[in-house]
């Protein structure tokens, strides 16, 4: 099963104030990478009891889209590895 798969089925939410049905997670994902980068925020994004506490991420002139790619692929391995080890303790 893939690494995405695995994230949305251990992840049914991703939102500041209420849960996200699964299939909503990674579009909050884009919401959240697309207000960092508009305004041009420093900070990390933290997931905990299922809200997102702080989100952000610089992006460079020439590298923007990869710098993007890079930092949705972290944030994604972030919250499984949270989740993953809530299930184990």
């Known amino acids: 099963m893939s690494f995405h798969r695995r994230?949305?089925?251990l992840l049914p939410l991703l939102s500041a104030t209420s849960p996200v049905p699964a299939d909503?997670?990674?579009q909050r994902v884009d919401?959240?990478?697309?207000?960092a980068h508009d305004?041009?925020?420093?900070?990390l994004l933290g997931l905990a009891r299922g809200r997102v506490q702080a989100v952000g991420i610089v992006f460079r002139?020439?590298?923007?889209?990869?710098?993007r790619?890079?930092?949705r692929r972290m944030i994604l391995?972030?919250?499984m590895k949270k989740e993953?080890?809530?299930?184990?303790?």
Do not use: D, M, P, Y
């Open 7 to 9: 994230f949305l089925l």
């Open 24 to 26: 909503g997670a990674e």
């Open 31 to 35: 919401e959240v990478l697309e207000r």
């Open 39 to 43: 305004t041009h925020l420093e900070t």
């Open 61 to 67: 002139h020439g590298a923007e889209q990869r710098n």
């Open 69 to 71: 790619r890079v930092c």
């Open 77 to 79: 391995r972030r919250i």
């Open 84 to 89: 993953a080890s809530k299930a184990c303790s």
